[in-house]
């Protein structure tokens, strides 16, 4: 799969573009397959920095990669409004990475050295019936799930990762549901296709299976059921909801919530995360007046581990991904510990469409180990500029300080004593600047 030039993206592109806009031209007739493709091109430059000395314990310090990539998205047409196929190519190149590079999962970690790689990181064929209020859309192959039960991929790097397997998306008026099976993984910073094991015992898992339903009866209004199984590992199950109320014609009060629950099954370890079952729950109440919007969210978790700190662990094994659609999963910190209770505030403000300012907060507490009180905090600012002299661009960016504490051996390291904890602290930010271009 690894390819040494970019002789494959040049061909890709020129080849699609050949079909796509030749399939006018010559005397035949495709039915829609080629004569309704579509060819996206992304330039994705990213850096990220995590200036934490949280690990130092064992020798990790400040961890930082820049990358760049291209990122080209073939989706065809359907061929008798029923059948059709997509494929993604994604190159990714190193710019910078200093010595703990991994953690930032933008470049490939060969062995401890940061290097670029490519990929084809999505081939699917695709089906579908039926019409704009009742539907029904199958995929099979290598595909994004974007929170789809409990999947999820990531988005936020140079590279986006994918499942195989096949998923479903079905509508029948107010009503979506979605199902899939997967049984293996590319992740967001590496070429390879990996199939699922267990944490401890390294035991392969065959697949994962899951399903969401939601009822939305108008825009901003949802409530979804999620559930789904790593198998014979991990069930999770789970309620998403999001809601707007009108005030008048220019401000809203919002609402999010969601609640998850964790269970381990036959060959769950109880090793990390929890020793048998988790729960979170999170809420958030919010207002928008015209171009201003604030909130105020809660979280709370409960995950017993019998040796060490729990924690939510809210993906399905080795080489997985899972949704968790909850601000407890902050920038800088992880609001998911045993008895954890978290704060949330925002605001932002939009100038114009073209450019968004925010700020955020956070505050956990009520976490013990060993009897010992553990609190953590964050704070920071972004913004988001998309000017629309230059269709397809942007340029975001987020720094802030976080504190939590210090780890040794994967759990708080607390001082001599006994009686305290050793503080970490840092600093964290990215800068992602994209420009996307459609070919047809």
Same mark, same amino acid.
């Given at each position: 799969m690894k390819i040494k030039n970019i002789g494959l993206p040049l061909a890709l592109l020129s080849g699609c573009s050949f079909a796509a806009c030749g399939?006018?031209?010559?005397?035949f007739n495709s039915d829609g397959l080629l004569e309704d493709s579509k060819l996206d091109i992304r330039l994705k430059n990213v850096w990220m920095l995590n200036g934490t000395d949280g690990l130092s314990q064992i020798g990790m310090g400040d961890q930082a990669a820049w990358a760049q990539a291209v990122l080209v998205d073939y989706d065809s047409g359907w061929w008798r409004d029923t059948l059709g196929f997509g494929v993604s190519w994604?190159?990714?190149?190193?710019?910078y990475a200093n010595n703990s590079f991994a953690p930032r999962d933008l470049v490939r970690d060969n062995n401890g050295h940061a290097e670029g790689f %490519?990929?084809?990181g999505q081939f699917y064929a695709k089906a579908r019936w039926g019409n704009k209020q009742r539907y029904a859309h199958v995929n099979l192959g290598w595909k994004q799930l974007y929170k789809f039960g409990i999947l999820n991929v990531t988005r936020s790097r140079a590279a986006p990762s994918s499942w195989e397997g096949v998923s479903l998306v079905s509508g029948w008026d107010q009503f979506v549901f979605r199902a899939a099976v997967v049984n293996r993984f590319s992740e967001r910073d590496e070429p390879e296709m990996r199939h699922f094991y267990t944490l401890s015992s390294h035991k392969k898992i065959p697949y994962?299976? #899951?399903?969401?339903? !939601?009822? $939305?009866?108008?825009k901003g209004n949802s409530l979804t059921y999620v559930v789904g199984e790593s198998k014979d590992y991990i069930m999770r199950h789970g309620v998403e909801a999001e809601g707007r109320l009108a005030v008048s014609t220019d401000s809203d009060l919002l609402f999010r919530g969601v609640y998850?629950? %964790? @269970? /381990?099954?036959?060959?769950?370890? &109880? #090793?990390? /995360?929890?020793?048998?079952?988790?729960?979170?729950?999170?809420?958030?109440?919010?207002?928008?007046? @015209? %171009?201003? =919007?604030?909130?105020? /969210?809660?979280?709370? #978790?409960?995950?017993?581990?019998?040796? &060490?700190?729990?924690?939510? +662990?809210w993906h399905l094994g080795r080489n997985t991904r899972g949704a968790f659609n909850s601000k407890a999963d902050g920038p800088g910190n992880d609001y998911i510990n045993n008895g954890e209770q978290m704060l949330y505030l925002y605001s932002q403000y939009a100038? !114009?469409? =073209?450019? !968004?300012?925010g700020t955020y907060g956070y505050y956990g507490w009520d976490v013990k180990y060993h009897g010992v009180s553990l609190k953590e905090w964050e704070y920071g600012g972004y913004f988001r500029w998309t000017p629309k002299q230059i269709k397809g661009f942007s340029f975001a960016a987020a720094f802030g300080p976080a504190y939590s504490w210090k780890l040794d051996k994967g759990n708080p390291w607390l001082t001599g004593d006994k %009686? /305290? +904890?050793? $503080? !970490?602290q840092g600093i964290g930010g990215g800068v992602t600047?994209?420009?996307r271009f459609g070919i047809l």
């Amino acid at each position: 799969m690894k390819i040494k030039n970019i002789g494959l993206p040049l061909a890709l592109l020129s080849g699609c573009s050949f079909a796509a806009c030749g399939a006018v031209a010559l005397p035949f007739n495709s039915d829609g397959l080629l004569e309704d493709s579509k060819l996206d091109i992304r330039l994705k430059n990213v850096w990220m920095l995590n200036g934490t000395d949280g690990l130092s314990q064992i020798g990790m310090g400040d961890q930082a990669a820049w990358a760049q990539a291209v990122l080209v998205d073939y989706d065809s047409g359907w061929w008798r409004d029923t059948l059709g196929f997509g494929v993604s190519w994604y190159d990714v190149e190193k710019l910078y990475a200093n010595n703990s590079f991994a953690p930032r999962d933008l470049v490939r970690d060969n062995n401890g050295h940061a290097e670029g790689f %490519n990929k084809f990181g999505q081939f699917y064929a695709k089906a579908r019936w039926g019409n704009k209020q009742r539907y029904a859309h199958v995929n099979l192959g290598w595909k994004q799930l974007y929170k789809f039960g409990i999947l999820n991929v990531t988005r936020s790097r140079a590279a986006p990762s994918s499942w195989e397997g096949v998923s479903l998306v079905s509508g029948w008026d107010q009503f979506v549901f979605r199902a899939a099976v997967v049984n293996r993984f590319s992740e967001r910073d590496e070429p390879e296709m990996r199939h699922f094991y267990t944490l401890s015992s390294h035991k392969k898992i065959p697949y994962i299976a #899951t399903s969401d339903i !939601s009822w $939305r009866p108008s825009k901003g209004n949802s409530l979804t059921y999620v559930v789904g199984e790593s198998k014979d590992y991990i069930m999770r199950h789970g309620v998403e909801a999001e809601g707007r109320l009108a005030v008048s014609t220019d401000s809203d009060l919002l609402f999010r919530g969601v609640y998850y629950y %964790n @269970k /381990g099954l036959g060959e769950w370890e &109880g #090793t990390r /995360g929890f020793s048998h079952s988790a729960q979170h729950i999170y809420g958030l109440v919010g207002y928008r007046y @015209k %171009n201003v =919007e604030s909130g105020l /969210g809660w979280s709370k #978790t409960k995950a017993d581990l019998d040796d &060490g700190l729990g924690r939510f +662990y809210w993906h399905l094994g080795r080489n997985t991904r899972g949704a968790f659609n909850s601000k407890a999963d902050g920038p800088g910190n992880d609001y998911i510990n045993n008895g954890e209770q978290m704060l949330y505030l925002y605001s932002q403000y939009a100038f !114009s469409e =073209e450019f !968004s300012v925010g700020t955020y907060g956070y505050y956990g507490w009520d976490v013990k180990y060993h009897g010992v009180s553990l609190k953590e905090w964050e704070y920071g600012g972004y913004f988001r500029w998309t000017p629309k002299q230059i269709k397809g661009f942007s340029f975001a960016a987020a720094f802030g300080p976080a504190y939590s504490w210090k780890l040794d051996k994967g759990n708080p390291w607390l001082t001599g004593d006994k %009686n /305290g +904890y050793h $503080r !970490s602290q840092g600093i964290g930010g990215g800068v992602t600047v994209e420009y996307r271009f459609g070919i047809l």
